[in-house]
Every structure is written in C-alpha cells, then in structure tokens.
C-alpha cells in the first residue's frame, strides 16, 4: 500500500490531473487522453504511486458517467429525442447487432464455444459513452451529423446494456455455478431479485413511470422550496440527491443507473432549474468523470502486455479495426458525408466502461474464464485510452487526405488575399450575414464545424475553414492577424464566449461582433469585451409587435415608430442594467436573475414612461397657444 | 480646451456620400476645426429616427448653426427636413416659450448641380437661391435665429478639381472666421453669397 489514507490518495489524483491536463490541452490533445496520461503514471505501472485500488475507484468514478447522462438528459428536449428514435433504434440497433456477429463469428472460428463467442461479441460490440461524448464535446462536434450520430448508436448502447445482464447468465458454459445470482451481482441485494419475469417487467416499468412523475410533478415544487431558502449548497445537495436517488432506484431493479438519470434529465429538460441543475452538477461530473478516465489509465494492466505483447496488439489492433470498419459500412448506409463518415467511425471504434462490468459478470455467471476476460479487459482498456489519439489522427492525417480539408488547398488561380471579415457558424444566423457581405463585394472568410456545409460552400467558391473557431491555430490559418472583425454566429453559446476569450487574448485588434440569445448572455458578452451584440429575437420580436400594434387600429408610421424608440431605450438598457448587476454581491440563481432583470427592466419603463411617448408632429401646445382646443388626440387610434 | 468667440455645428446631410464629388471633399476642410461639432446626419440615424432630445441638447450648446447638404430639387435632403420637423418643436424652438434659438445665427451651406447662371429671373430656374432659401430663412426668423447669406457652391457636374480644392479653402476660413468672429458681417449681407467675395468679408483684400 503507497497510500497513508484518503487525502494521499487525493492529492496524488488532484495532482495527475492539475499537472497533466492542461499539458496535453495545451498539445492539442484534449483533457481525456490528459486525464489518461496521468492515470497511467501514477498507475502500478508508472510511477507506482497507486496500486490495485484504482479498480474500486474506477468503480467509484463510474457514477460520473451517471452524471453525465443526467446533463444530457437536461440538454435533450423529449421533443428531440423522439425526432431521434430513427438514429437511435436504427443506426444503434445495426451496429450492435452487426459487431456482435462479426465478433462472435471470429471467436467461433478461433475455436471458443458459442456461448463465450456471442458474450464476448456482445460485450465488445459497446463503445465508451464517457469518451467519446466528453471529447466530441470539447471539439464542438457534437452538433455535428457525426455527433449527433454518435450520440444516438451510444444510447441505444446503453440501452442494450439491461438484456445483455439478462442474457449473460444464461449463457454459462458451466452450469455447476450458481446462474441464480442474475442482476444482482453488479449492485448487491436487489428488489427484483426471486421474482417471476412478469413480475421484472412490472417493477420495472413502475420505476420507470416513477421517475416520470417525480420528474414531472414533484422536483419542481420541491426545487422551489429548497430555492426559498436561499441557501446555496442545498440546492447542490438536492440536486446530487435526486441523481443518486434515481441511480439506486434503478439499480435495485436491474436496470442501468446511467438510464434512469438519463431518463430523469429530459423529463426535467423544460424545467425552469434546468440551468440551475446543470450548473450544480457539472462539477461534479467532470471531476467524477477525470476520476474515472484516470482509474482507466491506471487499470491498463501492462503486466499482461509486456508478457504477450503480440497478443495484446492482436486484440486492440482487431477490436479497433472491426468496429472501424462496421461503422463506416453503416455511415455509409445512413448517407454520411465521407468526412462525417470517418469521424462517426473514429469516435466510436473502442471498448466501453459497461466492458469492465459486463466481463467481470460474465466471468461470476462462469460464462468465460478470468484467463480469457482478463486480456480482453486490457485491450478495452487500451482501445479507449487510444480514442483520443485516434481522433487526432483522423483529424490530421486521415480527414486531410480522404475528407474536407481543413484549409482550402490553394488552386493554382486562387489568389490568397486576406478578407476582411471572419464568419464563424455559418447556420441560419452566421449565413445571412455572410450573404449580405457577399452581395455588398465584402470578402469573408467562412469557419464551419459541419463538414457537409463546408464541401458546399468550397463549392461556391467561399473561403471556408473546418473546425472549431475555439482553435487558436485555426483562427490564425484563417487570417485573424489581417482580418478587420469577427462575427461569432453560432448557437453554441459557451462556444462563443471561449472564442471571445481566446480572441482577445490572441488577436485584441479584431472588433467582435456576436450572437447572443438573451439579454443575460449580452451582458455576459459584453463584459467580456465583445463591441457589438445582437439579441436573435429582439428584431424578430418588435415586428410582431409592430404588426400588433397595427393590428389594433395603429398608424404604420406611428407603430413603426414606437417601435424605433422601444429600440432605443432596450438597448441604452442593457448597457445600464450591465452594470447594475455587478453590484449584488450575492449569489443568486440564474433563474432569479432573470426575474430581478426583467423587474428592472419594467422599473425603468415605468418610469421613463414619458420617453416612449412621441411628441412629433403634434399641435396641441400650438393650439393651445393661440387659443383654439387645447385637448390631445387620443393616444393610439 | 480653448474656448472661442462662437462655436459652430455643422448639420451635414447627404444620403449617398460615397457617390459624392464636391461635398466629400468640402467635408474634409471642416469637420476637424477645433470649436466645430461635424454632425453627419445620414449617418447617425440611417432609419430616420431621430432622437431629439439629444439633438436639442446639441443645437443648445452651439451658437452658430451650420446646414450642409446638396440642394435636392431646390430644397433640404429628405432627412434634414424630417429633422426640422422633429427637432424644432413648438414650446422649444417657437411659441412664446420657446427661446432655445433665440440669438442663434444659421447658415446654409449648399452644392448645386445647375451653374450660377441658371439661378436668376431670367435663368432656367427662374429664381435664385436667396428666393429657393426662404423656407429657411423664414424658419430661421420664426425661431429667432439670425439667417446669414448663404455658402454656395454651383456647377457641380462640371466642376474642376482646383475649384473644389479653392472652395473648401474658402469654407475653412469663412467657418473659422464665423468662429472667431471675424467676418464683416455688414459687408457679407450685400452680396448674394457668402462666398462671392470671401477675402473682403475677412478683410484682407490684398489681392
């Protein structure tokens, strides 16, 4: 034993990651294949600073993959989810079942009965949910046809991690071990545990609708009276209970923890605490999450490696290179674009966490030996610490030859001048833009993580970058240092403002103009140094407001030009109300401050009441002077 | 800061000054005169919705008002004329209380498309430019203000190089002479334009 308690451990685990992370970020190599790093180093086979124990971390840390899930949740309205049950079902149900048959297929043909062969087909047929998702995330690809894509084969993934706990013990080799102890070997005493299959399924779709309605109809009231006290770490505290309370609940009846938080996080995705409940729980998750990524990166068992370094290669090289090549037979089935395609097939070719469970359960349920389950941990092990470097090879070697290029490369004729403006995001926001320069003679130079939409546009003959504009080197190739002004289009908003923080630290000369959502985001905008913001909806807003106005019997101009000067005043109050934030000192909830905002806001209307009213072109002082009636029109009709 | 004998706010106003010759150029003589706000209308409010309150607050502040623009079928740009509209508010600039102008002097400083000869009785316009004026000038009288001859510059189409460059001479000493109060405004009312003569009005006719 290295450790003398709990804070030794702590701080050799803090201390990997603080060391190693923002190196291999600062390499360009993400913080997962960081956190990796360092748990290989500090592992039994680096420095040796942790031994076996890092397994029960790992077990541990999984809750952060738990975590995750429930942010996602958050994130995805059910509206959205259901427009995804295509991908989900489809593109995730293919995938399974197509690597689980291949990978059977060859463990037959090498010689292992069915049952091992279809176990291990199975088991390796999942991918690594945790990194794969945290490293498209911090490309910014999430959004993308790949991400999204990728998204979807993972939950079908997680999904299919409850019947493959049905179905492993039934495959046992050996039936002289004991079958009975079914689900109940991951989490301990379990509720389900005895009863009939009628009886699972019962308890298990009320669980289920359990969650639904506490989701539905009692976090809210709950949240709203822990909020009223105002004490901050009990709404952290409330938050981390409902998480863990839904992970227990799940795991009693077998189900996948990760499942029920993620079930949890859209029923509460249109809840006004969403914010409030990411903001509490990302800490949480990320930390969780560097935990496990590190116990992964220790647990990879050199011992077994070093000893048949042939073999170990065989399987990762294998693993990695069916599943590659599955995934880019179904891109190509579900209409991929070829640079979608590879990244699709490059973020999801590696073993998952779910591998380390499903084997050691596997090997309980005598459905394989601790000598078959135990090399092929390693290579899971090794196929997900390898994800973020195979990204990093796709996205400099392979995706630069086979895919969109990430500059243009130059044509003999094209002349490489410097335009003056920077689009990046080139959506519903960042086109219409571009399209007015273009048609005014303005150069622009596009930056797009959308692959399909950069072909496009190279097409057209526009300027165009691939990537995330977040990238300081990428803003650089595409002539931060000569351009005059950036717009940041995208409606990615944390995106954004990491952009105008490396802006401004890299190229203070370019005038940033940005997107912002709402008036929060605009302040936030432009306290951080941004020249010029614009609200998506405030133009879109006052001309239905305008149109209303007329509706009800207004002159056009009259309309129009209340609307100028409601313009005016919304804007001027921005400004204002920006800096009356700063004075609280206390912390309050985002949703709270949206509410003090717009009180504000309504204040200072009341008062500057005169302000909206338009004195042009009116007579009735005139009249007045010189005797005639001295009445207003009335106001309005 | 320096303070002068009066100081001046050029109202400028012109849709398309990048299509511009002559006003571009005259522009340039002036705008950066110490005691001169350069106020460029068509760029302030390209919408047209003028914020009055702080164009009061601007006229206010200076003694001597300047309008600025192309004569656009013999009167103001659009834009100008919504901001006298708008600005000049009864209670304000008129009417027994309002006094904000009283005092003040106003010039107008015109291009023409049409040669001098044109703007007589007996020219194609059948009027000169003192009589095309006299919605100015007759507003000028109704706010109290002081209406000065008018800065003209004609002939626009045809007009050479030099003789742009020897009028934004002329408008930089007759703006700086305003200014300082220099220019025998006696003398000035006697001829039709300010700038017939803009060495005798200075006085140094040592020509």
């Known amino acids: ?637 | 800061m320096k303070t002068y004998k009066n100081s001046i706010f050029i109202l400028f106003a012109h849709p398309a000054l990048q299509k511009s010759r002559v006003n571009k150029q005259l522009i340039r003589y002036v705008r950066d005169i110490e005691g001169v706000t350069f106020h460029d209308l068509y760029e302030e409010y390209p919408d047209f919705h003028i914020h009055v309150a702080r164009e009061q607050q601007l006229v206010v502040k200076h003694d001597i008002i300047v309008f600025h623009h192309p004569l656009f079928w013999f009167s103001v740009p659009a834009l100008l004329k919504e901001w006298m509209d708008l600005v000049l508010q009864h209670m304000w600039a008129y009417g027994y209380k309002g006094m904000a102008l009283k005092g003040k002097k106003l010039l107008s400083v015109i291009s023409t498309g049409g040669r001098e000869s044109l703007f007589q009785e007996k020219g194609y316009n059948r009027h000169t430019i003192a009589e095309f004026l006299y919605p100015i000038a007759q507003t000028a009288r109704v706010c109290g203000m002081d209406y000065l001859p008018p800065f003209v510059v004609h002939g626009t189409h045809t007009i050479t190089k030099e003789e742009i460059a020897r009028n934004g001479e002329d408008y930089r000493k007759i703006i700086t002479g305003l200014r300082d109060g220099t220019i025998d405004l006696e003398l000035a009312r006697t001829l039709p334009r300010l700038n017939s003569d803009t060495d005798s009005i200075l006085g140094m006719q040592e020509k």
């Open chain 1, 1 to 637: 034993m290295h450790g003398e308690g709990f804070f030794f451990q702590a701080f050799v685990y803090l201390a990997a990651a603080v060391i190693s992370v923002p190196i291999a970020k600062r390499m360009g190599l993400g913080s997962v294949l960081g956190y990796l790093i360092a748990g290989f180093i500090i592992g039994p086979f680096g420095l040796k600073l942790i031994g076996t124990e890092g397994q029960d971390v790992m077990h541990f840390a999984e809750f952060g993959v738990v975590m995750m899930l429930f942010l996602i949740g958050l994130e995805l309205e059910p509206s959205l989810l259901w427009r995804l049950r295509g991908p989900i079902l489809g593109m995730g149900g293919l995938q399974v079942l197509i690597t689980t048959a291949v990978i059977s297929s060859i463990g037959v043909v090498l010689g292992l009965t069915f049952q091992t062969a279809l176990a291990i087909g199975m088991i390796l047929s999942l991918s690594s949910t945790a990194i794969v998702l945290q490293t498209l995330n911090e490309k910014g690809l999430i959004s993308t046809d790949a991400g999204q894509s990728s998204f979807s084969v993972l939950l079908f993934q997680d999904i299919a991690v409850i019947p493959m706990f049905a179905v492993l013990p039934l495959l046992a080799v050996n039936t002289a071990g004991s079958p009975a102890d079914s689900a109940s070997a991951r989490q301990g005493t379990s509720w389900v545990e005895g009863l009939p299959g009628w009886g699972h399924a019962l308890a298990v779709a009320v669980v289920i609708s359990v969650i639904i309605i506490i989701g539905l109809y009692l976090v809210r009231p709950f949240f709203r009276s822990v909020a009223r006290t105002r004490i901050r770490e009990l709404f952290t505290a409330t938050a981390l209970l409902l998480v863990i309370g839904i992970a227990l609940l799940m795991s009693k009846v077998g189900l996948s923890p990760a499942l029920g938080t993620f079930l949890a996080g859209v029923v509460l995705a249109n809840s006004e605490y969403r914010h409030e409940l990411e903001g509490d729980i990302e800490p949480f998750k990320g930390l969780l999450l560097g935990l496990f990524f590190i116990s992964v990166g220790s647990s990879i068992d050199f011992g077994i490696i070093s000893a048949n370094p042939g073999l170990a290669g065989m399987l990762v090289g294998g693993l990695i290179f069916i599943k590659l090549v599955i995934l880019l037979m179904l891109g190509r089935v579900f209409n991929m674009g070829s640079d979608q395609n590879l990244l699709f097939a490059f973020a999801l070719a590696q073993g998952g966490e779910f591998a380390f469970v499903l084997f050691s359960f596997a090997v309980q349920n005598n459905v394989m030996s601790t000598g078959l389950a135990n090399p092929l941990i390693g290579a899971v092990a090794l196929s997900m610490a390898l994800t973020p470097l195979l990204l990093l090879v796709n996205e400099r070697l392979v995706q630069p030859r086979f895919g969109t290029k990430e500059e243009e490369s130059g044509e003999a004729d094209s002349i490489d001048e410097v335009n003056p403006v920077i689009i990046a995001g080139f959506g519903s926001f960042g086109s219409i833009i571009g399209r007015l320069l273009r048609a005014n003679g303005v150069g622009i130079t596009v930056l797009d993580v959308d692959s399909d939409k950069v072909e496009l546009l190279r097409k057209l003959g526009l300027k165009v970058f691939y990537g995330n504009a977040a990238r300081h080197d990428l803003l650089h190739a595409a002539g931060a240092e000569k351009a005059k002004l950036l717009v940041l289009a995208m409606d990615d908003y944390k995106n954004i403002l990491e952009i105008v923080h490396i802006t401004k630290k890299h190229f203070p000369h370019l005038r940033i103009f940005a997107r912002a959502a709402g008036r929060s985001q605009a302040y936030e905008l432009l306290d951080a140094g941004v020249d010029h913001v614009y609200r998506e909806t405030l133009d879109t807003s006052l001309r239905a407001g305008v149109d209303v106005l007329r509706d009800l019997g207004f002159r056009s101009h009259q309309a129009h030009r209340a609307m100028k000067t409601f313009r005016y005043h919304d804007e001027e109050s921005v400004n204002t109300l920006r800096h009356l934030r700063h004075d609280h000192k206390t912390y309050i909830s985002h949703a709270r401050q949206r509410i003090e905002d717009l009180e504000q806001l309504l204040l200072s209307e009341l008062r500057d009441a005169e302000e909206h009213h338009d004195t042009g072109w009116d007579t009735s002082t005139m009249r007045e002077e010189i005797g005639g009636s001295g009445e207003k029109e009335q106001k309005g009709i």
